[in-house]
Nanobody
Framework: VQLQAFGGGLVQAGGSLRLSCAAS????????IGWYRQAPGNEREFVSS????????DYAGSVKGRFTISRDYARNTVYLQMNSLEPEDTAVYYC??????????WGQGTEVTVSS
């Protein structure tokens, strides 16, 4: 499966962005999809994930209540709605597809910059 993440940009603190992770190549519904981020000088960290059915979502504590993950099976796309953005959310955001057998596919990142 090929993943393409987009939707990043520059936003002021308190603003919103919606990231998209579009999948192609294989049946999208068979994958758990996760969002991760990496700020300059930091390791990549987990942000959020959504189950194959869409019925289970997980969030890092730092984004819980501000970010919402969802998936659109018709569009083979997973979204990350980010509200109340903070400068600490500045990072390159990546999406990952986790297939049965723990095979991982990563998309290229999309950069999010939150100004104070």
């Amino acid at each position: 499966v090929q993943l393409q993440a987009f939707g990043g940009g520059l936003v002021q603190a308190g603003g919103s962005l919606r990231l998209s992770c579009a999948a192609s190549g294989r049946t999208f519904s068979g994958y758990i999809i996760g969002w991760y981020r990496q700020a300059p000088g930091n390791e990549r960290e987990f942000v959020s994930s959504i189950s194959r059915s869409g019925g289970k979502t997980d969030y890092a504590g730092s984004v819980k209540g501000r970010f919402t993950i969802s998936r659109d099976y018709a569009r083979n796309t997973v979204y990350l709605q980010m509200n109340s953005l903070e400068p600490e959310d500045t990072a390159v955001y990546y999406c990952k597809a986790l297939a049965p057998g723990l095979i991982e596919y990563w998309g290229q990142g999309t950069e999010v910059t939150v100004s104070s």
